[in-house]
């Protein structure tokens, strides 16, 4: 996906028409500069719901409020200028039934400035999609291993092998034919993301599921190793900030100790000498 001349937002139908295209890039984004570099490269920016995890310290993102999500994506905004803005919609807030639903997401959008939200699971949730894109709020649908259902699943396993594939199928068409504008696959196996590719009207954006997949999306600071409580299988460290900052750190506590830092370099003199230079500081 392209834009030339005036900097455009990517909508919605944008990323339905990149079916079968280019792959989509989409990464999460949690802050105003972290929005910012993803804008740059992404067609979409998602805010995740696994921000609870990566900035709250929380063991799951079941714990993850309504206000943390609008909080963040209202950062998120400020930083966009052309990838599509996605909000998750945290657990607990939709899956009540269409009418809780709607009054969140309008909340959401409203308040936000996003462009969509992200709904977890199949055919149970058909309905209130097709609620909710029938109003004027486009879904992004999300099947496969859903988090939110951790304790359902009994942890962060495969979702998809064998026979259970005709399920997680089967709710990629419910989902899809229900409105959504695309599906995310995560951690299914490559055979059958590209069965459901094929089989889905609308793009698949995968994790964990194969680059069959119509667009690709990970969680930033997977890939640039700055969360490093665990490693999924699918996750392909780019970068490892985590433990440059962990060294930086460790440096700037040493010159402190060792009365290096600050240098003269940083500090002020009783003579404004800069001052003469245009340095009124």
Known sequence: MSVSGQVRAVT???????????PLVCLTAYTTPMARLVDAHCDIALVGDSVGMVL????????????MMIMHGKAVRRGLERALMVVDM??????????????????????????????????????????LTGRGIPVMAHVG?????????????VQGRGEAGDRVLRDAKAVAEAGA?????EKVPESLAGRITKEVAVPTIGIGASAACDGQVLVTDDMLGMFTDFRPKFVKRYAELGNE???AIEAYAAEVRARVFPA??????????????GDTQ
């Open 12 to 22: 919605p139908p944008q990323v339905v028409a990149a079916k079968g295209g280019t």
């Open 181 to 185: 504008f695309s599906v995310v696959l």
């Open 145 to 157: 291993l859903t988090p939110q259902a951790v304790n359902t699943f009994g942890g962060y396993t």
């Open 264 to 277: 003269a370099e940083h500090v002020f003199g009783d003579t404004p000498k800069a001052a003469l230079k």
């Open 56 to 67: 709250h310290g929380l063991p799951s993102t079941l714990g993850v409020t309504l206000e």
């Open 90 to 131: 945290p657990f607990g807030s939709y899956e009540e039934g269409p009418d809780q639903a709607f009054r969140n997401a309008a909340r959401v959008m409203a308040e936000t400035g996003c462009a969509a939200v992200k709904l977890e699971g199949g055919e149970t949730m058909a309905e209130t999609i097709r609620f």
């Open 245 to 247: 900052a962990a060294s």
